[in-house]
């Protein structure tokens, strides 16, 4: 079984900083892809940012230039910094990851977890 477990998450006024931290755990090989999405009151669930095991990053248009993922293999954990927070990303941050686990047969395979999300609200 593996987990994904984030923190970090609170309340911060506008302009201020969270860093976000998820750490992998279980019965896994490695960390593939990874990331960060989050889904505010009314809203879907929408993508903040990703990162390849190759480290090459992707950025939701709206956090380009504020939001930083990070990831560290060795310890599969992975962070999303986050600066210049505004009102409107105020959400629930969930951590992503696509995970090579084993399988009985001996064979490995790559499935896809979530954390369970920490709440993330930016007000004055």
């Known amino acids: 079984q593996v987990h994904l477990v984030e923190s970090g998450g609170g309340l911060v006024q506008p302009g201020g900083s969270l860093r976000l931290s998820c750490i992998v755990s279980g019965s896994l090989i490695s960390l593939n892809a990874g990331g960060w999405y989050r889904q505010a009151p009314g809203k879907q669930r929408e993508l903040v940012a990703t990162i390849t095991s190759g480290y090459t990053t992707n950025y939701a248009d709206s956090v380009k230039g504020r939001f930083t993922i990070i990831r560290n293999n060795p310890d599969k954990t992975m962070y999303l910094q986050m600066n210049s927070l505004k009102p409107e990303d105020t959400a629930v941050y969930y951590c992503?990851?696509?995970?090579?686990?084993?399988?009985?047969?001996?064979?490995?395979?790559?499935?896809?977890?979530w954390g369970q999300g920490t709440q993330v609200t930016v007000s004055s």
């Open positions: 992503n990851a696509d995970v090579i686990v084993p399988k009985s047969s001996g064979l490995v395979e790559t499935n896809t977890y």
